[in-house]
């Protein structure tokens, strides 16, 4: 019967576009479209939470806890309607622009595209697939994140393998600050869309949030049945059906006219062509990457400019993971002779790019390459890590961020890669053996990032080759390691005393009693940014030692201090003028009062104090 409904609209509404006007045509169709969505007959609504997270890019808890993990956000909510900060919650790694600012980040990348807003993402899993009809997230602390919501057509839990995986974006939009930190609901007017769903992901963007955006559960909504505004919302008409006749096409659609002598003569294209070739490449370079390729096939002169290596220096395919594939990288390859820095970060994932496809590309254009970002790229196994090994010789920046499911054992390839600068390992299973090697063959590195990588055993061993290798060592992220003691810190900061970043974070076998942190503050000069979380231990003479020996100081994080008074922080404050964050959160001595007089005092500096109600 629907069918036969469906069928009957289209003959009226075809037969309409036919024999009446353009306007009379475009007005059924808005009726189709919205004048008879309140009268259509709708599924029961199902209400489900998120069975479990899937997938996610980073998280600010532990690979072995439930602290503050993106495995917290399955499940029905645990805070909600509470604001605050509870390890309950799902918490990102990082928050505001600060972050992007360090010595340690990376350099952006040109052709971004400007709605591209996403920083971090997390992919959770439903029992039922349905076609939403709301989407619903718990925000607990510091709201405001969120950027955007997709569906997949595929189903997570299904055994048999993806043919065709399609991404459809529910909502979306600019990255906001919510008025005040307090817990908050939020569910944006989604999209409908023409598939079952029950794999979402969630994108963020934490750059204008004040502290660590905490999320608590996702509600997914939906009918099981396929709404009947989806049949009306196929395409009834084509375009072509509301021209009453060819001689409604515009003229100027047409690049030729007929000349009078009836031959036809070339329009004028004003005098597009007699601009410099470089001023023609100018303009070309604030296009997207997508506009460049359709402009490209509109004639031979912006097609000779739009295939030009010069526009490929830099290529950063992120912004279209959801679109990326074998296919793609293959119609880009003989661009991209002289392509220097390129991200394929959150790309490939379910079969969306081989080792077939990787390594064609990587082998053909990875002779230039210098900058290589790859974070949450799934479909990286061992073999492609030896053909960035071997294809990639210049090679100086390599992110495998939370590329967890890489095997250990690929690691070792990165040794061959002699002049790495900056290294990215965060969440990956490397292992003691492959980290040491890395270090013994890739003297000049100076950015290493090491956060929450458990399966190394020996911290201090690290530290000791890091002191005796790269002693340029710039920025060093330590982040949860669990074994680093005093003696591993006191060779690295003798060995390499250049570091301006030390992210000693949640690192539990560090004692201030042995006199560690002392000897860190007189040994790095150059420190501008030091974490010291939840070490329980740091005291005001630490602190003061900070404030004599690092003037350049600029970020420090004592979050859950207790042996430190707002009368050393006033005097660091005092010696560091360029101090710019300042987190003193579950600093049991230091009140809400001090923070408030202290901000008064030194307004420059976003003193940070997190609370739980």
């Known amino acids: 019967m629907l069918t036969l409904l469906s069928m009957f609209y289209y003959i009226c509404l075809r037969r309409r576009s036919r024999s009446g006007t353009r306007g009379e045509a475009l007005t059924s169709r808005r009726a189709v479209e919205s004048g008879q969505r309140a009268v259509l007959p709708v599924s029961v609504e199902v209400e489900q939470y998120a069975k479990e997270v899937l997938d996610f890019s980073s998280h600010y808890g532990s690979e072995n806890s439930m602290s503050y993990t993106m495995w917290n956000l399955a499940g029905i909510p645990n805070v909600y309607p509470s604001s605050g900060d509870f390890t309950q919650t799902a918490v990102f790694r990082a928050y505001g622009k600060w972050w992007e600012q360090c010595a340690s980040a990376p350099l952006a990348f040109r052709r971004t595209p400007d709605g591209f807003h996403s920083q971090d993402y997390i992919e959770l899993g439903f029992e039922e697939p349905v076609y939403p009809t709301a989407v619903e997230v718990f ?274 390839h990165i040794s061959k890669l002699s002049h790495l600068r900056r290294l990215v390992l965060y969440r990956t299973k490397v292992e003691q053996t492959a980290i040491l090697s890395i270090l013994t063959f890739c003297p000049e590195i100076r950015h290493l990032n090491l956060g929450s990588c458990v399966r190394i055993e020996d911290y201090d061993v690290v530290a000791s080759m890091l002191a005796t290798r790269c002693r340029s060592l710039c920025s060093l992220d330590l982040w949860r390691c669990r074994n680093l003691t005093d003696r591993g810190l006191a060779e690295l900061v003798t060995g390499c005393r250049m570091l301006e970043e030390l992210d000693l974070g949640w690192c539990p076998t560090l004692q201030s009693s042995t006199g560690c942190f002392q000897q860190l503050a007189r040994s790095l000069p150059r420190l501008r940014k030091l974490f010291l979380t939840a070490n329980r231990t740091i005291c005001d003479s630490d602190i003061e030692e900070l404030a004599t020996c690092c003037p350049a100081l600029q970020h420090l994080d004592i979050l859950g201090t207790r042996l430190v008074s707002d009368a050393s922080l006033k005097k660091l404050l005092q010696s560091c003028p360029q101090l710019v964050l300042l987190d003193v959160s579950f600093c049991s001595q230091v009140d809400t009062r001090a923070v408030q007089e202290l901000s008064s005092l030194f307004p420059s500096v976003a003193i940070k104090k997190s609370f739980t109600q």
């Open 139 to 412: 925000e607990t602390y510091y709201p405001g994140a969120i950027v955007q919501i997709l569906a997949c057509s595929h189903n997570p839990f299904s055994q048999n393998p993806p043919t065709d995986v399609r991404w459809e974006v529910l909502w979306s939009g600019e990255p906001t600050k919510a008025l005040t930190p307090q817990a908050r609901q939020f569910s944006p007017k989604i999209k409908h869309i023409n598939f079952p769903t029950n794999l979402l992901r969630l994108e963020v963007n934490c750059s204008l949030l004040d502290y660590y955006t905490e999320l608590d559960a996702v509600i997914l909504r939906g009918v099981k049945e396929r709404p009947m505004l989806a049949l009306y919302k196929m395409p009834l008409i084509d375009i072509s059906d509301l021209s009453d006749s060819e001689d409604e096409m515009s003229d100027v659609s047409c690049p030729f006219k007929p000349g009078g002598d009836g031959k036809q003569q070339r329009t004028a294209n004003g005098y597009f062509d007699k601009l410099p070739y470089e001023l023609i490449q100018l303009i070309l370079s604030h296009l997207t990457l997508p506009d460049l390729c359709r402009l490209a096939q509109t004639c031979k002169l912006l097609h000779q400019h739009c295939c030009d290596p010069l526009q490929y220096t830099q290529l950063s395919l992120q912004p279209y993971w959801a679109r990326l594939s074998d296919a793609s990288l293959g119609h880009l390859q003989s661009r991209c002779t002289l392509l220097q820095r390129l991200n394929l970060s959150w790309t490939g994932s379910r079969g969306a790019l081989t080792l077939t496809g990787f390594s064609s590309f990587m082998k053909a254009r990875g002779l230039s390459l210098v900058c290589l970002e790859l974070s949450c790229c799934h479909f990286l196994n061992e073999p492609c890590l030896e053909v960035i090994a071997q294809a990639c010789p210049k090679l100086q920046e390599l992110n495998l961020s939370s590329c967890d499911r890489l095997h250990p054992q690929a690691f070792t």
